[in-house]
């Protein structure tokens, strides 16, 4: 009987190596979707939240100047004090300017609103009106 040596540098065979990659494969092609919804998901719940802080903001602007900002104010009367405003007691957002949607575009802002008595709307990820599901338009009347 010879008497064998067990190498320490043993490596893993092809087989084992072709194993653990197809399980990997596997498992990234069940979790990887799954995992990519609840990003997209993440996007419009955070859009969704901003737009209830705007909503907070608007109505403490409000009770200060004693009406809602134009929509030729827009947003950014939350920030910036609008020429000829009394009683404007802002900033009334914690950041710096009016933050973006969570796609990097700027929301909507209407007074007075078709939806709601203002209209503060995020057009989704395709930037456009309409759409479904991460498409879909997020706003504070919809």
Same mark, same amino acid.
């Given at each position: 009987? +010879? ?8 490596? $893993?065979?092809? @087989?084992?190596?072709? @194993?653990?990659? *197809?399980?990997?494969?596997?498992? *990234? ?24 802080? $705007? ?8 009770? /200060? @100047?004693?009406? $809602? ?10 920030? *910036? ?12 957002? +914690?950041?710096?300017?009016?933050? +973006? /949607? ?8 209407? $007074? ?5 008595? @203002? ?16 498409? %879909?338009?997020?706003?504070? %009347?919809?």
């Amino acid at each position: 009987m +010879k008497n064998r040596i067990k190498s320490p540098n043993r490596g $893993f065979t092809l @087989v084992e190596l072709l @194993v653990v990659l *197809a399980i990997l494969g596997l498992l *990234a092609g069940l979790v990887g979707p799954r995992v990519l919804n609840q990003l997209g998901g993440a996007k419009s719940k955070t859009a969704g939240v901003q737009i209830k802080d $705007f909503e907070q903001a608007l109505e403490l602007y409000k009770l /200060d @100047v004693g009406r $809602f900002p134009t929509t030729e104010e827009g947003l950014s009367a939350l920030v *910036a004090q609008p020429s000829g405003t009394n009683g404007w007691n802002g900033p009334y957002l +914690k950041s710096s300017g009016v933050p +973006k /949607d969570p796609w990097g575009r700027d929301y909507r802002y209407r $007074f007075p609103g078709q939806q709601a008595e @203002v209209d503060i709307i995020s057009l989704g990820a395709d930037g456009a009106e309409g759409g479904e599901g991460e498409n %879909a338009d997020i706003g504070n %009347a919809r």
